[in-house]
């Protein structure tokens, strides 16, 4: 335990500050993943030149509420013949890593959950558990597309879990800490401070970005990789024989997870809550300043949210060996060469 | 090693072009019609199911009942039935079925009628669950636009009017000399357009004691 002075932590004691950030990731997690729905609906439908959903509420925007009220009164079907713990179990292991990781995620100065020592690795812990998630729900419901739609997900995730560690492994190297606050701390400054553009160090630092930006959309099942609910090929992939809140949990912790991979790729890259343009107002130790602090986190997480948005719509889905081809030939060595590279130059100029 | 380090280049090149593509995209205006709040215009010419053309003088049918348009038809499913008022040198519509769901929008009535009294209409919301929906009296619509226009306040010639205006001088119903349409060449869009506005219809005192004929029955 890192012994950092908690935002709030003069006014509440322990427990009590734990529950609250306790009910306010599960708050923040449920809302998004309603929201970025919305947001996904609203951005297709932009990209292709139509309105999108505008009938529930002002520009659709109580369309969400009625999509969970929706899918709340519908029944979870447990279809005859299917390992019906493991098919109950399954959403709700795909759902709590994701809320157990945005623990140790610093939304701010100060304003984290847990401010863990090893929270990139908890983090990198907990992110496997999904695949088992999704392999579990696929395999327990005795649907064939939904095991070969879990056997895809297993695959591609093994495939690109070795570039997104291998950049990790350089991030560690380049800021010799697992401490996400401590991170964050490092990049203070405007935005040339960011790991992105510290290119003195690695030169091909935003390669890195892009590297762990492309294998985030791949462990999160994304278009163009969405391998796992392939629709137009394998019904609804793993989650075929999913209904009700069984699917509805599934789909939050999906957008959970893409949440999850643009705070990290914010914390690791875009320099977190650190402002592109230095501390106008305090000197980000006020309350003030870590509101704004939290502000450009959120500017910044958003930008990554609608960026995956964005390529979700532009790009169609790729083919299994062209998924694969692109980890094994292209991401892997490149980040294996990064790897090298900042090792070698830390060794020489930055020791 | 060049050789793929070349072909990460251009691949990368090419998905930073197609995002830059639908970028542009988002930030353009929507092509969509958002179709029960909002619906396209038809154009002027377009081919919808027959209507008949009112007389913009007299506010009544062009059309006097010749029955070619009748004979004309491929998949009979126009009835015409037309009575001389009283004083007419010329019988005038009293009935005008068309039978919707033969009709095949062939438009084989309009070359044949000589006096552009039908046209296609406009219309193309013609969904129904009925099918007594589809089998339209086109003489009655035609009139009950009238009575609505009246309703609303838009002066319009009574039938008993028309038939004072009619009488005296060979002009209104009969007065088809007036029409620009008399040719059957015309090009079916280029039928009498200014004949569906009921408006500037003439304000003319109405007369009381006139009886309101009532249409008469068809005459066998």
Request: glycine share 8%; hydrophobic share 45%; proline share 7%.
């Amino acid at each position: 335990m890192q012994a950092t002075q908690h935002f709030l932590s003069g006014l509440w004691p322990e427990p009590l500050r734990l529950i609250l950030f306790l009910v306010g990731i599960l708050s923040f997690v449920g809302l998004n993943a309603a929201y970025l729905v919305w947001v996904e609906r609203k951005g297709a439908a932009r990209f292709q030149r139509r309105p999108g959903p505008t009938e529930v509420g002002y520009a659709g925007l109580l369309q969400p509420i009625a999509d969970a009220a929706k899918l709340m009164s519908k029944q979870l079907i447990v279809p005859a013949g299917v390992d019906a713990t493991l098919f109950r179990i399954a959403p709700l292991l795909m759902m709590s890593p994701v809320l157990m990781s945005l623990a140790v995620i610093p939304w701010g100065q100060s304003v984290a959950a847990r401010s863990l020592n090893v929270g990139l690795l908890m983090i990198f812990a907990f992110g496997s558990i999904n695949v088992m998630a999704i392999m579990l729900g696929g395999w327990s419901s005795r649907n064939k597309y939904a095991i070969i739609s879990a056997a895809r997900v297993v695959s591609q995730n093994v495939a690109y879990e070795i570039p997104m560690l291998l950049v990790v492994i350089t991030m560690i190297m380049v800021t010799g800490t697992m401490n996400l606050s401590e991170i964050v701390t490092q990049q203070a400054g405007a935005f040339w401070h960011w790991n992105i553009f510290r290119v003195w160090i690695n030169p091909l630092m935003p390669v890195t970005f892009l590297i762990f930006f492309t294998c985030m959309l791949a462990e999160t099942n994304r278009a163009p990789f969405d391998m796992a609910e392939a629709e137009s090929e394998l019904v609804a992939g793993a989650y075929t024989e999913y209904s009700g809140m069984g699917f509805g949990v599934f789909f939050m912790a999906e957008y959970a997870n893409i949440l999850l991979g643009c705070a990290l790729a914010t914390v690791l890259f875009l320099g977190g809550w650190q402002s592109p343009i230095g501390h106008l107002l305090g000197d980000g130790q006020s309350t003030l300043g870590i509101l704004i602090g939290v502000f450009w986190f959120f500017v910044k997480m958003y930008f990554l949210v609608f960026s995956v948005v964005w390529i979700r719509w532009t790009f169609p889905r790729t083919q299994f060996y062209g998924l694969l081809n692109l980890s094994w030939k292209i991401l892997i060595p490149v980040s294996l060469v990064t790897l090298i590279l900042s090792s070698v130059m830390i060794k020489l100029f930055h020791q | 090693m060049k050789n793929s380090l070349k072909e990460i280049a251009t691949g990368f090149n090419s998905l930073i072009t197609g995002m830059r593509i639908t970028i542009g995209q988002f930030f353009k205006p929507n092509v969509t019609v958002q179709y029960p709040h909002e619906s396209l215009k038809m154009p002027e010419r377009f081919r919808g199911h027959i209507e008949l053309v009112r007389n913009p003088e007299t506010g009544k049918a062009v059309c006097f009942a010749c029955k070619l348009c009748e004979r004309a038809c491929p998949s009979d499913c126009i009835t015409v039935d037309g009575a001389k008022l009283d004083g007419a040198k010329k019988k005038s519509v009293t009935q005008y079925v068309l039978d919707f769901t033969k009709c095949s929008l062939c438009g084989s009535c309009v070359e044949a009628c000589r006096d552009g009294a039908i046209r296609y209409s406009h219309e193309y919301n013609l969904a129904s669950t009925n099918k007594e929906d589809y089998i339209m009296d086109l003489f009655k619509r035609l009139e009950d636009e009238r009575l609505a226009a009246e309703a609303r306040g838009e002066i319009v010639p009574t039938p008993a009017q028309l038939v004072a205006q009619v009488s005296p001088p060979a002009s209104g119903i009969v007065g088809q000399a007036s029409s620009p349409a008399g040719s059957p060449g015309v090009p079916p869009g280029a039928a009498p357009t200014p004949a569906t506005t009921l408006k500037p219809l003439q304000a003319e005192a109405p007369k009381p004691d006139q009886p309101q004929p009532t249409p008469p029955a068809a005459p066998k």
